[in-house]
């Protein structure tokens, strides 16, 4: 996995994340041989919140009520993305099922998420805002971004209800 047989150096990764964000965050983590949650975890503490994956139902309901979202699934060997609303999900045979009329659906394994993120940084120029699952060993299962509307801005009413879930769910956690 790791480029190099050095171990990480966390300090001056930390550095180059807060001089340069909007990097792809799954390169710099195969580089240093880190996971991807380690390397959102190593940005800026203003970038991100993290919560418990044993939110991920809770998340995913709430997901349905925004519109049309981008869904995105990124591995080494591919980057697939669908933009489409969350539909209505439930629990069954060990996965959370979507079903609906959307282009987004399929089954996920709900109790393999042991970490959500809610990252806010740049990225390709343009600010961006997202809900990242994590499984276990720290792998992104995958990615939901705030839409855009035909200017390429992010949907001001989306923004609203990410900082709104961040809040509750983070406060939530810190509560508990």
Not at 8 to 28: H, K, M, Q, Y
Not at 75 to 98: M, Q, R, S
């Amino acid at each position: 996995m790791s480029t190099s047989s050095a171990p990480a150096d966390f300090d001056a990764i930390r550095r180059e994340l807060a001089e340069n964000p909007g990097g792809v965050l799954e390169s710099t983590a195969a580089q240093n041989g880190l996971s991807l949650q380690a390397v959102v975890e190593l940005l800026p503490q203003e970038m991100w919140a993290r919560v418990p994956g044993d939110l991920f139902v809770e998340v995913m309901e709430d997901l349905t009520t925004w519109g049309k979202v981008t869904v995105i699934a990124h591995t080494k060997d591919i980057i697939l993305e669908v933009e489409g609303e969350i539909p209505a999900g439930k629990l069954g045979h060990g996965f959370y099922n979507l079903h609906g009329d959307s282009p987004v659906g399929g089954h996920l394994r709900a109790d393999n998420c042991k970490a959500i993120h809610f990252l806010r940084r740049p990225f390709m120029g343009k600010e961006s805002v997202s809900i990242q699952f994590f499984n276990a060993e720290g792998g992104s299962m995958f990615k939901v971004f705030v839409g855009r509307d035909e200017n390429r801005a992010l949907k001001p009413e989306q923004v609203e209800r990410f900082e709104q879930l961040k809040a509750r769910l983070a406060a939530r956690a810190e509560a508990a």
